[in-house]
Each structure stands twice: as C-alpha cells, then as structure tokens.
C-alpha cells in the first residue's frame, strides 16, 4: 500500500520568523529628529516675531487716520486731530502749495510723533515750518545724517524739534519731538511741483493718501526693530550681509527686507473703517491758467468755481473731505488757444530758468500696414480687490477691442504668481479677442504684488522687427521694490515700448510715470469707472501714432541751455515734452526755437515761435518757483543714472550740492528746525508714538496681502508638516505592507489548494 503525504497547505507551515531591517529604526529617528527640529523653528520664529511686534506698541485698528496715536500706561490715548489744509496757487505749468496739519496732544505727558504721508512724485519740497502755540520754527536743509544727529540731540535735551526726509520721491516721513501736554502742533510744508499736460488738458494732483505697499524680498534676519530709511550705502551693504542698522522709529507694518531696506518707513498703519470725521481736508485753490477757459473740472470731488478777474477760486463743495483718495483739478483752454509751445521763465539770483513746454502737432498715424504685438499685463494682486479690479477688467476688455486684425496679442495676469492666456502672442481674430475677453472675465483679486517675473515674461517675448512690440502694464502699482523693477525694464525694453496705466483712488504714481519713462511709453490714470472708455481710446490713438524719436532742440546761436532730463524722452499724439532749462547768453529769452526728430515716415522738424509767459521779478525769498522746480527736474534725472549703472557715491556728489543750495528735500538732504530753548525736563518721559493714514477708497483691509514682511514662520510650518507626514508613512507603512503580504499570500494559498 502506497501513501501519498497530505499536502499541508502554506499558510498553516511555520517560516522562520523575519529579522527586523536595521535601518528601519535609524529612518524613524532621522525622521522623527528632522520633524522635532522643524517645528522648533516655527516656535523661535514665532516668538521672534512677537519679540519684535512688543518693541513697537502700535495697534494700527485704534487710531484713526491723521490722528497721533498715543500710548498711555496700558492702553492709547487719541491726540484730537483739528484738520489738515492746502493752500495752492498755480500760475501757469506751476503750483506752489502751503500744506498744513494739525493735531493737539490730549495726553498728558510729552510726545514725539512719526507719521508717513504722500505728495505727488514730482514734487519739490524746500521749506518746513514747525508751530506750536505761539513759536514758529523755521527748518534748515541740511545732509541727512547731519540733520539726523542734529534732531536726536535736540530731542534727547528736551528741545522741541522737527525732521523731515524723503523715503520716495512721492513719500516723505515728518518726526516732530516733545510736543508738550495739551499743546497744539501745525506743521506746515511749503511744495513746488510742475502742472501735467495731456489730450488738451491740464492736470494738477494732491496724493492725500498711500495704497498699502507689498514688501518682496526675505526679511533682513538681524534687524529686531523698525528702522530709518536706506540711503544708498545702507541698501548696498544689507544686500551683502543681509542686516540694517536701525536706529530711528518707523512704526510701520512691515520689517526691513533684502529687497526692500527701508520697509518700514513706507508702510504706515491704516484705519479700516474711514469716515468725515476721520483726518478731514480744507481745500482752497488760486488758478491763473494764462489762457482763456473752456472748463474747470475736478475728476473725483464735488468743487465751487468762482471767477475773480484774470483767476479762479476754487474749492470743494463740502467744507472738509476724507483723505481716502487724491484730488485731481483738470482745466480745458478753449479750442482756439490750444499752445503748442510756451516758455515760462524766472530770474532768480541773476540767472534764467526757464519751464518749455512743446506739444509736436499733426503727428500722423501709424502706417496701416505696419502689426503691433501687444502683451497686456494686468494686476490682480490683493490691493486691487474692490473698484480697482472693475476699472482694469473693464480697461484692459476696451484695449482688447481696439486690436486689429492683422494685430497679435497677449494677456499676462500676475499677483503671488503669473499666468498667460496663450503660450505664445496670437492674432486678434474674433474667435481669440473672444477667449481673452471671458479669460478677464474671470479674473478676480487676491495674493501678492510678484510684478518682476509678469514683466520679465512680457518683454522677453520675442517679437520681428517687422512688428510694433507694445506693452500694456495695468497696475496700481502697490510695491516697495521700484528701482529693482525699473532696472529690470532698462534692461529688458529692448526695442519694446511700456505703456502703464494707473488704477485706483491712491496708486502709486512714481512708480507708475517711472516705468513709462524708462520704458519709452506714457503714463494714464484712470481713478473711475466713468473714465475707462474715453482714457483708454485716448491710450489707443498714442499706440496707433508714430512717436517722435531722437529729439533735438537747437536754440539761438550764442544761448547755452542746460536741459534737464537731457534724455530727451518719445513724444506722443497730444503728449507734450516738458523741459526745465537754465538758459544763459547774450539772449537770454529766446523768441524761437526749432525742434527735430524722427517718425516712422522720416524726419520731422518745426520752427516753433514761443509764447512768452515772463512775470516781473520777485524776492529772492519768495521765488515763483521755476528755478525749484528746474533743481528738482534736475536731481531726479541725476538718480535715475543709477538704473544705468552710474555709482552712487558719483550721484552722490553731483545731487548733495544741488540740493542744498535749493534747499531741496533728496535722497541725501532733509529738513530740520529745532527750538533752542529746552523745554522738557531730562527726567520726564518722552513717549514716541506713530500716525495712520485711511485706506483708499474701495479698498478693504481683509483684500491686503502683506508677504514676506514678519517672519519665515509659514515656510517652517510647511516643511514640519511635510516632514511629521512623512514620519507617519514611516510608522504605519511597514506594518500595512506586512499585512498586505499575509493576505496575498493566504490567498495565493487558498486558490492552490
């Protein structure tokens, strides 16, 4: 008898047990370690940044706008805002302004106070007066770090003091030191800036307040304070060992940055909810045009005109307004007195300054047959949430209309990140101005202000000489790092030409006219939504004109001129050039000029006959203003030569001397009075305090995105919880494959048997 052995089925064999993989342990403690170690970072970090936010006392929801904010033991304690007023009068391309602010200390102990505020970007500011009760302080220009020192000191000996710098052309930073209990502090500023002149209109603005900056770059990890403003050593040297000295209180929201040094000068506090009440404005206007008037307009305010002989004076209906948008007065000469060129002039100190405006007439259109690759670039950045978004989508929906067939296209829209409508430029056919237009329909408004990669990606398309490359920049322009981004248009623009076009109530417009220089285009401001149609056709004619390129002046034979900027810059369709001259000769007022260049169709030259706007001499002390405003023309041409690679020790030199024998506000210069007599006792407490400004108009303080400005505590958080998931994979995934062997192999043995 044969037996057959039963089969024993697999899984009742016993197998030698496994041994366990040594190195299973050592990935669990490396894992385990790396996780512990990340999630200590957050915490240090963290706490960095609390440690930093606990030096600054500054709660920016407390205070109101235009009101001081002061500590008082535990809590704030408001100081009583009275109001702010400005006193212009424009003769002419120029408008002098007395600006005044002010506030009353309610507390009762002594203060010092910092607050922020804007002015137009082409405004000269040389002269400060500092009031409280019955003294009048008088500021004196001098070098920034001098001017520094001088006020520390006075401040420090309980001396009533007053200092103020400039931290961008368009904003400046006021210090006022031991403002006494129950006293009340004006300060009043005395500005110079040239009138605007486009599409046969003139224009004068007042910034009355600042769109909340996006700050990009790393944060400078040694600073543990808010700081005073870079100059361009400081810039220079914190980019290279990443730190910054601080010494003076900023009080804004953001830290210093690699990219962005002085962050916290640019960046004050806003009040989210603004009302009437809320940093009110008095507003009154002396016009003297020197033509006769189609009309007088203001584009965002109520006004009252009432004519007075040869001027008109005007002011807003209300008696105060909110400080939560810009004032913008525009005046129309009537058709038959359009100029087309005109020489305003001042004598000041026996020499000739001069105000030339040309406006280049019958400028032809572009050859038909001649395509344009347009890249349009739109901002969809959180600060652009509200009003801001319908007035770009509705703008950049009436350029797109405005394309010809023969015409190509793109649409770039940025805000954290970038992203394209097509991977490459394509024709403005129906079907594709279709797929653009729903494309813009579903923009929306969110994250960070990342223009450099939307900007580098549009210019770095390649386009046929045999096209017209074009871009389109639709922005309010919410950023700290300008010079970096107009250094990156100098270098890119290649034979492109940059149009940008300012949205918003409050937008940064020195950025904005900035990047249209550098980048040969022009600049437009559409503020509402009533303006989109007619500013954007407006927008199209100049795109569709032959520019006038490689400007000449030749002026009478014997006169020398020092031109400033002597970069003549493209002139448009009704887009005038502006010069500031210095003249001097045996001629000093020149009856004519000719002006040259060149179109698409060949050479273009005008002898132009100039209408004299001489006024009879004035004081030396009281100055019309031609001669600052040619000084400030002057220095603002110098700083742009460091986007070309001049060294700024060599700026330095040329721009310190000029500002201090006008008595300019820069860069290197500012402005500080100080009352010799002490008035606070060395052991009673000075508390330092800061200023809020109102949010723009439409804007919400939940839309804002403030990146890259506290501390690297998100990036951590993100690598900890990547790291404790993968500590999880590596606990439960050897025991969930070991299991899943077991079943596999029962149930290879079951079927087998």
């Known amino acids: 008898m044969c037996f057959s052995p039963r089969r024993i089925p697999r ?32 915490i240090a970090d963290i706490a960095r940044a609390k440690a930093i936010t606990s030096n600054i006392d500054i709660e920016p929801l407390r205070a109101t706008s235009g009101t001081l904010a002061f500590k008082h033991g535990t809590g704030y304690v408001q100081a009583t805002h009275l109001e702010s007023e400005a006193r212009v009068t424009i003769n002419g391309m120029v408008a002098r302004m007395s600006l005044t602010q002010h506030f009353k200390n309610d507390t009762d102990q002594w203060q010092e106070a910092t607050y922020t505020f804007p002015l137009s970007e082409t405004s000269a500011v040389n002269r400060m007066e500092m009031r409280i009760g019955e003294r009048t302080i008088v500021a004196r220009i001098r070098e920034r770090e001098a001017a520094k020192k001088i006020y520390q000191e006075a401040r420090d000996a309980g001396k009533t003091a007053a200092l103020t710098e400039q931290q961008r052309p368009n904003i400046f930073t006021q210090q006022v030191a031991n403002i006494g209990p129950g006293e009340t502090v004006s300060i ?22 600042l769109t909340p900056r996006y700050i990009p770059g790393p944060p400078l990890r040694d600073s543990n304070a808010y700081g005073r403003p870079a100059h361009e ?47 009110p404005m008095r507003l009154h206007i002396s016009l003297n045009a020197g033509l006769p008037l189609a009309r007088i307009e203001a584009s965002y305010h109520d006004i009252s005109v009432v004519k007075q002989g040869d001027t008109h004076a005007i002011s807003t209906q209300q008696s105060q307004v909110a400080m939560d948008r810009d004032f913008e007065l525009t005046w129309q000469p009537v058709a038959s007195q359009q100029p087309e060129a005109a020489l305003f002039t001042e004598q000041l100190n026996g020499e000739y300054y001069g105000l030339l405006m040309v406006l280049p007439q019958h400028l032809q259109q572009q050859p038909a047959h001649l395509p344009r690759d347009v890249a349009f670039i739109i901002d969809t950045s959180g600060s652009m949430d509200g009003p801001s978004i319908l007035q770009a989508k509705a703008s950049l929906a009436r350029a797109l209309s405005r394309l010809r067939p023969i015409d190509r296209f793109n649409v770039i829209e940025f805000n954290s990140t970038f992203s394209t409508l097509f991977t490459q430029p394509q024709s403005a056919h129906s079907h594709n101005i279709q797929r653009a237009l729903h494309f813009v329909q579903r923009l929306h408004a969110g994250g960070g202000t990342e223009m450099a990669p939307a900007l ?6 390649p386009a046929d000489e045999s096209w017209l490359k074009q871009v389109v920049f639709i922005t309010d322009g919410s950023v700290g790092n300008e010079q970096q981004l107009f250094t990156l248009i100098h270098n890119k623009l290649g034979n492109a030409r940059l149009f940008t076009v300012g949205i918003g109530s409050a937008p940064n417009s020195f950025f904005m006219r900035k990047a249209a220089q550098f980048g040969r285009g022009t600049f437009t401001h559409i503020g509402s939504q009533q303006e989109v149609a007619e500013k954007m056709d407006a927008l199209f004619v100049k795109l569709q004109s032959a520019q ?52 698409a169709q060949g050479q273009w030259q005008r002898h132009i006959p100039l209408t004299l706007h001489a006024a009879p001499l004035v004081r030396e002390a009281a100055p019309k203003g031609i001669a600052t405003v040619w000084a400030r023309a002057k220095i603002s041409a110098l700083l742009d030569e460091k986007v070309r690679g001049v060294d700024s020790e060599t700026i330095k030199a040329r721009v310190l001397p000029l500002a201090l024998t006008h008595e300019l506000l820069s860069p290197y210069t500012s ?9 606070r006792a060395t052991d009673q407490m000075l508390a330092s305090n800061a200023v809020t400004n109102l949010l723009p108009a439409g804007q919400r303080a939940s839309s804002l995105t403030y990146p890259r400005t506290a501390t690297a505590a998100p990036l951590w958080l993100a690598a900890g919880l990547l790291s404790f998931c993968a500590l999880l994979l590596a606990l439960y995934w050897p ?10 192999s029962l149930t290879t043995a079951q079927l087998s048997s």
């Open 11 to 42: 899984h009742l064999i016993l197998e030698q047990p496994k041994q366990p993989n040594p190195w299973l342990g050592r990935w669990l403690k490396l894992v385990g370690a790396l996780t512990f170690l990340v999630l200590g970072l957050v």
């Open 548 to 599: 006038l390129a490689q400007l000449n002046i030749d002026w009478p034979k014997g006169m020398q001129a020092e031109i400033w900027p002597q970069r003549l810059p493209d002139v448009y369709a009704n887009e005038p050039l502006l010069l500031a001259v210095k003249l001097s000769g045996p001629q000093s007022i020149p009856s004519q000029i000719t002006v040259s260049g060149y179109t």
């Open 456 to 461: 580098a990606a549009a210019l770095a398309a």
């Open 188 to 209: 009043v500023l005395h500005v110079t800036q040239p009138v605007d002149y486009q599409n046969g209109r003139f224009h004068w603005r007042l910034p009355m307040t």
């Open 735 to 744: 025991k969930r494959w070991s299991r899943l062997q077991r079943h596999l």
């Open 671 to 679: 402005l500080v009075a100080v009352d010799e007599t002490p008035r």
């Open 233 to 279: 050593e400081d810039v220079r040297n914190s980019t290279q060992r990443h730190s910054l000295p601080l010494t003076l209180t900023g009080l804004g929201w953001a830290l210093p940055t690699a990219q962005v040094p002085d962050a916290p000068l640019i960046t004050p506090h806003y009040h989210p909810a603004p009302t009437i009440t809320d940093n």
